[in-house]
């Protein structure tokens, strides 16, 4: 069951609040197996700016190997650089989970049996809410949790603004108005900081929100470790 050809498709997905995510999508075609079958394998929040070079680029070094060696062709992957605005990690995931899905279908069973088999049932979903769409509009921001919140969604992720009195004063009002309605799963400093101080300051502003945990202090290993000393919350990267 060789790789035959790769199909990159690039699709954008526009959200709620007007901006518009990119997604690199591959399909995995193979010589070998029923008409009509392919593996599907996504590069989420990517933007390829030319799809033909990449399709080659993939097709290039990829046809002919073994769609079955899906670890052999992930090591592989890791060894590439495919020069698209695509990462290279992103390339290889979308590859992987192509392959995943691929292998899943011929064999019949969820891919996540070829992952040693279901962990849970369900899913509970998490919503971003960002910073920047407070700064920009408070009451927006606001009316988009509302609409979430109706929708039956209650676990979100808040990715700081940079104007901590801002957030903290929009989290208590959300969290006025919605109650046990909601729940903060992260506080996201999306790696902004590089005084440990600075961010500790932050933390302990929005702590009281009682998030499960904090994620990515700084992009610094030694500012987050003195953050995370400091904390009585587990810290997290992405």
Known sequence: MNIQKIDVI??????????????????????????????????????CADVPALASALNEKLRGQDARQITQINEFMHTQSWGST??????????????????????????????????????????????????????????????????????FRFYISGDAELDNRFLTEMKARHGDQLRLKSIDFSGRFSDWQQVLRYGLTLRHHDPYHFEQPSRDMRVSAQFTKRVDLPVTWH
């Open 86 to 155: 695509v990462s290279d990690r992103h390339v290889a995931s979308a590859i992987d989970l192509a392959l995943y899905d691929l292998n899943g279908k011929v064999q019949g069973v969820p891919a996540y049996q070829l992952l040693g088999g279901m962990v849970r049932e369900r899913l509970y979903c998490c919503y971003p809410i960002f910073g920047w769409q407070v700064k920009q509009d408070f009451d927006r921001a606001g009316s988009y949790l509302q609409r979430l919140v109706d929708l039956g969604h209650h676990l």
């Open 10 to 47: 690039q699709i954008e997905t526009p959200r709620f609040y007007g901006h518009v995510s990119g997604h690199t999508l591959v399909q995995i075609h193979v010589d070998d197996g029923p008409e009509g079958l392919l593996g599907l394998g996504e590069a989420s929040d990517s933007q």
